[in-house]
């Protein structure tokens, strides 16, 4: 907001119906520049709130209590589902008919759910609340990774709108080359990867991924540290809000 005097309010007018009288040339941008091209995944992000979800590994049909809570008090955007999670699964969030509801579901390589053996489970193209859907996980040699192209070519021809996602591990000793080739060749929206570790090369994951995802002009994701099992340590409150954190530090936008 501007506060001025009665005489700095004339000046402003002045200034107004003079220049009000001339035409104003602006300078085009320089020809040399070219703005990065705007992908599917890039402009999904810029036209939806941040991607935040709890991967619900196997619940079976939830109840509307559960899913209201997950949207309207956990404060998700939308629901990751496994990749059992089409048909019957995801029709029992849809259900609820939170007006929040949106869903990204894992599906085999292939582009199949397990749970009937077809394409995308049997679900509709451009079904409502549909984001995506992740393709796989975590390929460990490139032989594996070039096997998802499959999922990808499939379900972009049954639901072309649709984002289509690969998580990354670090551990694949060829991830580079898979990055690559993911840029360049696949289908494929958005660059995801996963890292459950604590210590100092988190920095240079979350580096080496927003790296290769902003060569191609993708946005990218990542899996949190954020879930519990016998086998780890427990997880505090401030380790959540550094994993959050660190993300946002990065400019991930999914989470």
Known sequence: MIQTGK????????????????????????????????TRGLLWVRKNGMFISGLTV?????????????????????????????????NGWAAAGHPNFRFVSWVRPDGTSPATGTLIGGYPANAA?????????????????????????????????????????????????MLEHYGQYMDGDVVCYDAYT??????????????????????YWRYLFSYYSDRRENIAESDLRWEAFIGLVYGYTGH
Request: glycine letters at 8%.
């Open 7 to 38: 005489h700095g309010f004339v000046l402003i007018l002045s200034l107004i119906l003079i220049y009000g009288c001339f035409e104003v040339k602006i300078d085009p941008p320089d020809s040399g520049w070219n703005p990065p091209p705007m």
């Open 58 to 90: 196997s619940m079976g049909s939830p109840p509307a209590f559960y899913v209201n809570d997950y949207f309207s008090n956990f404060g998700a955007t939308a629901v990751h589902l496994w990749e059992t999670g089409l048909p019957n699964e995801m």
């Open 129 to 177: 609340g549909r984001i995506g859907y992740q393709i796989g996980d975590e390929p460990r040699s490139m032989q594996e990774f070039l096997s998802y192209d499959t999922g990808f070519k499939a379900i972009r021809a049954y639901d072309p709108n649709a984002l289509l996602i690969l998580n990354f591990s670090f551990l694949a000793p060829d991830v580079n080359q």
């Open 198 to 219: 604590w210590t100092n090369s988190s920095y240079q994951h979350l580096a080496d991924f927003r790296r290769a995802a902003l060569k191609y002009n993708k946005p």
